[in-house]
């Protein structure tokens, strides 16, 4: 049984297309990530799933029923804002109650409810603070639980870290994540941040320009991305610019003399580009089959492993060499080195270029 | 044992105290400049009323508050306030949900039509209801006809004060409300609430402080009015009078003994409405709780 699908959703602002033709299912019991780039429409989807915001096209079922035309207050749902939108005059309880009271449900089963959700939260003692005197993590929890408060059907998160520092953030994403597994609610959160999606979703729907561009595991999304995108925007990655000739591959700005064999055999001839994550390039003080030479550029101290930056041809690329690697080695910039791609993908390269371009040039990736 | 301190140190020293007494000096003349300009302007004329009122005795200040006429223009204040109050409270409430949260063609223009009472001289407001409501007048002629009595009467002068307070209560809570946003509201729809229950749970609890400050407001400026007023009423004793038109009317009689009764009577509700202003407004500002 699905926990939520849309099809083919479609929303236009004025002349902004925000949302375009949009279809996904997430099952039953699954915590899926909206993830994209800000300004992708991932935050306008889930309004719409709420019932926030109407869609100008497609249809929304929410554990197997249509909803598209219901009102928000007959969807049922759970929606935690990204500034929480915790009531300012009420208190944790009162907060934690409120859609319990204005379902007019008895003053014996609210009390019950709110303090098994104060317990599940981990608010003990809060029940009669203001949200002012909260921190922001308390706060997120509290708009958790009113959230949970009415048993929803689905539960929406809205950037839920989004404002917390990195530590905080942390912990409360791996406390959702464990909590998620105890109470079982179909769960969809919107997040622009790659690593926080990888945590705690079952499932990652890629959001590009109101587009979905993949829907996978984490795993699936990180190891085999489906587009130019997906893999430039899941985890960190290298452009190493090529062009494809005769069944081979040749490095810009390399020897035509060294070149790499080609293991997908579906793109034409043609400029290319190499997507090669840095965890993906090892290092060589000697040439072997199918490495390329380049020199090193500069070796970064990175706490748990080094960096090290590599001109390759054209292409400077990144690799992350850990610290038993380095202490062997002794990398130092100058250094001649060879280098050999492990995992890489192989992307026409004007497929969305400008796009991809820009955004690894915001990430440092590139020049 | 104190270590001898260092001559530089020393030296620092004395200049900072220097520096810390010059502001100190600054400081003092600045306060006592803001006394001085606020006691030329309004504790003198305060004492003035008191110390006049006073002379008279507290017998004749009470026999004169005492008289049918004194208190059926306290009676006039109090209704066309009154009115002012609730209706102004209501429709202001309306208008700032309105431009706070809806989109329509022209909303710039008629959000500063509100404010417009606030630009236009009373007495100017006055005189365009006189113009309106006179018998000459296109709504004026058409109450005529049906035998009801606007200008000169009771129900012109609650016209005029309700026209000349609109601003107050809409000016001051559509900040607060633009500024609480609509997430709350959301929030609430989200836990099914409707939007009755939304307004009257979330948004209202959030406007409450700016709602009785600006209320306040109505109520000083509806006791206060005069000009406005003093034209459509024509200022009839014990028929039209309020207690501000009541004040002028015994001033100009040389009436002063009653003049300053009725006055003090009004300064000292002022004073009242003032100190609960100054409340109602540290709440606004602070936490809304």
């Given at each position: 049984m699905s926990g939520i699908r849309v099809e083919n959703l479609r929303k236009t602002f004025d002349n902004f297309?925000?949302?375009?033709d949009v279809s996904f299912g997430i099952e039953e019991g699954e915590l899926a990530a909206l993830l994209?780039?800000?300004?992708?429409?991932k935050s306008t989807i889930l309004r719409i799933i709420a019932g926030l915001e109407r869609p100008d096209h497609g249809r929304i079922y929410l554990t197997s029923r249509e909803?598209?035309?219901?009102s928000v207050q007959e969807r049922n749902i759970g929606f935690v804002f990204q500034h929480y939108?915790?009531?300012?005059?009420?208190?944790v309880e009162k907060n934690i109650a409120f859609g319990l009271e204005v379902q007019k449900k008895s003053k014996k089963e609210i009390k019950a409810k709110v303090d098994e959700l104060i317990d599940l939260v981990k608010?003990?003692?809060?029940?009669?603070?203001?949200?002012?005197?909260?921190?922001g993590g308390q706060r997120q929890r509290v708009a958790l639980a009113r959230a949970l408060a009415p048993e929803p059907r689905v539960l929406l998160l809205d950037e839920?870290?989004?404002?917390?520092?990195a530590k905080v953030r942390k912990n409360l994403a791996q406390w959702i994540r464990d909590l998620h597994k105890r109470i079982h609610v179909t769960g969809v959160f919107v997040t622009h941040d790659q690593n926080e999606a990888m945590e705690i979703s079952d499932k990652i729907i890629l959001i590009n320009r109101g587009r979905v561009e993949q829907i996978g595991t984490p795993r699936e999304v990180y190891e085999?991305?489906?587009?130019k995108f997906v893999a430039s925007f899941v985890g960190n990655v290298n452009v190493v610019e090529s062009v494809i000739s005769d069944g081979s591959i040749f490095i810009n700005g390399?020897?035509?003399d060294i070149t790499l064999q080609m293991r997908e055999c579906d793109l034409a001839p043609g400029e290319v580009v190499l997507l090669v994550r840095p965890e993906e390039i090892s290092l060589a003080r000697a040439a072997t089959e199918n490495n390329l030479p380049g020199i090193i550029r500069a070796v970064h101290y990175r706490g748990s492993f080094y960096e090290v930056e590599i001109d390759v041809g054209n292409n400077l690329v990144k690799a992350v060499i850990d610290k038993e690697e380095y202490k062997a080695e002794e990398w130092r910039a100058k250094d001649p080195v060879f280098v050999l791609f492990g995992k890489y993908k192989v992307f026409d390269?004007?497929?969305g270029y400008q796009q991809v371009h820009s955004m690894l040039k915001q990430y440092g990736y590139i020049e | 044992m104190k270590p001898t301190p260092d001559p530089v140190d020393i030296e620092v020293i004395t200049l900072w105290d220097k520096r810390v007494r010059r502001e100190k000096l600054g400081k003092w003349i600045i306060i006592g400049l803001v006394f001085l300009w606020f006691a030329f302007l309004v504790l003198f004329p305060l004492y003035g009323i008191f110390r006049e009122a006073g002379e008279e005795g507290l017998k004749t200040i009470f026999s004169s508050l005492k008289t049918a006429d004194s208190i059926h223009a306290f009676y006039l204040t109090f209704i066309t306030t009154l009115v002012a109050v609730i209706l102004n409270t209501v429709f202001g409430v309306i208008m700032a949900i309105v431009f706070a949260r809806q989109k329509f063609k022209g909303k710039l223009l008629l959000e500063s039509i509100v404010d417009m009472p606030f630009a236009i001289s009373p007495i100017v407001a006055g005189f365009m209801f006189v113009v309106l409501f006179?018998?000459?007048?296109w709504i004026g002629s058409w109450f005529e006809s049906m035998n009801?009595?606007?200008?000169?009467a009771i129900p012109g002068m609650m016209i005029a004060t309700v026209f000349i307070t609109i601003p107050f209560v809409a000016r001051e809570i559509l900040p607060i409300l633009r500024e609480f946003g609509r997430e709350e509201e959301e929030a609430a729809a989200t836990l099914g609430a409707s939007r009755w229950q939304a307004f009257w749970r979330v948004t209202l609890p959030s406007i409450k402080w700016g709602l009785a400050y600006g209320v306040t407001l109505t109520i000083a400026r509806s006791i206060g009015e005069f000009g406005a007023v003093l034209v459509v009423s024509?200022?009839?004793?014990?028929?039209?009078?309020t207690a501000t038109l009541r004040i002028h009317d015994q001033f100009m009689n040389f009436n002063y003994p009653g003049a300053f009764s009725a006055a003090l009577v009004l300064a000292v509700f002022s004073f009242v409405i003032l100190l609960f202003i100054q409340y109602a407004y540290k709440k606004k500002g602070g936490p809304l709780l």
């Open positions: 297309t925000a949302v375009d994209g780039p800000s300004g992708s429409g909803v598209t035309h219901h939108a915790l009531f300012k005059h009420m208190t608010l003990e003692g809060y029940n009669n603070q203001y949200p002012h005197q909260l921190s839920p870290f989004g404002s917390l520092d085999t991305p489906a587009t390399v020897s035509p390269a004007s497929e | 006179g018998p000459e007048g009801i009595k606007i200008l000169y024509g200022s009839i004793i014990n028929m039209t009078q």
